[in-house]
T-cell receptor, first 114, second 116 residues
Framework: ETGVTQSPTHLIKTRGQQVTLRCSSQ?????VSWYQQALGQGPQFIFQ???????GRGNFPPRFSGLQFPNYSSELNVNALELDDSALYLC?????????????FGDGTRLSIL | AQKITQTQPGMFVQEKEAVTLDCTYD???????LFWYKQPSSGEMIFLIY??????QNATEGRYSLNFQKARKSANLVISASQLGDSAMYFC?????????????FGSGTRLLVRP
């Protein structure tokens, strides 16, 4: 069973640039959620994708956007990067989008904004 | 609004001893789930254990057990026979949202250090 994989592992960008982070869901999973984890804090929910549609969104501005592909992999795009976007970005997948299903996380992408 | 509170920023435990990590939650939902995750320094969030709000028995998974007290809205994690590899951040989380779309709400975490 292949787990959740994220790429790249680390990324350095400057303010105002755009970034795309990628996630391959665990085999058999059809739901992908993205979380932002600032240093020293717990993860914060960004949005979730189910059957290629956005299926819930947290308190993040529209410059955070995403996609899910037919193979259930997903991308997180962030435009007009700000210093506060520096964080660990975690992708999680689950079999179905029900609250009793544990979400399985990847190793994350560590994004640094200079 | 749903909220998770972890009041222990850091904990020490001697190897082979048991340790309890505290978690309280706040929700007006009748149906919800409670999760514990472990995050080593590598960053990956590792799922440990789940407790449903309607489950009458406390959940157990190997050395992990969840002490669920619904009336007190607490869901403490108990790790028995601590090992050096248990040193990590531990996060309590709650599922929130409609059944077809749920997000996890996380607490601020507890850093556990196991002493040899």
């Amino acid at each position: 069973e292949t787990g959740v994989t994220q790429s790249p592992t680390h990324l350095i960008k400057t303010r105002g640039q755009q970034v795309t982070l990628r996630c391959s869901s665990q085999s058999g999973h059809n739901t992908v959620s993205w979380y932002q984890q600032a240093l020293g804090q717990g993860p914060q929910f960004i949005f979730q994708y189910y059957r290629e549609e956005e299926n819930g969104r947290g308190n993040f501005p529209p410059r955070f956007s995403g996609l899910q592909f037919p193979n259930y992999s997903s991308e997180l795009n962030v435009n007009a990067l700000e210093l506060d976007d520096s964080a660990l970005y975690l992708c999680a997948s689950s079999l179905i989008s029900y609250r009793n299903q544990p979400q399985h996380f990847g190793d994350g992408t560590r994004l640094s904004i200079l | 609004a749903q909220k998770i509170t972890q009041t222990q920023p850091g904990m020490f435990v001697q190897e082979k001893e048991a340790v309890t990590l505290d978690c309280t939650y706040d929700t007006s939902d009748q149906s919800y789930g409670l999760f514990w995750y472990k995050q080593p320094s590598s960053g990956e969030m590792i799922f440990l254990i789940y407790q449903g709000s309607y489950d009458e028995q406390n959940a157990t998974e190997g050395r992990y057990s969840l002490n669920f007290q619904k009336a007190r809205k607490s869901a403490n994690l108990v790790i028995s026979a601590s090992q050096l590899g248990d040193s990590a951040m531990y996060f309590c989380a709650m599922s929130a949202g409609m059944d077809s779309s749920y997000k996890l709400i996380f607490g601020s975490g507890t850093r556990l250090l196991v002493r040899p």
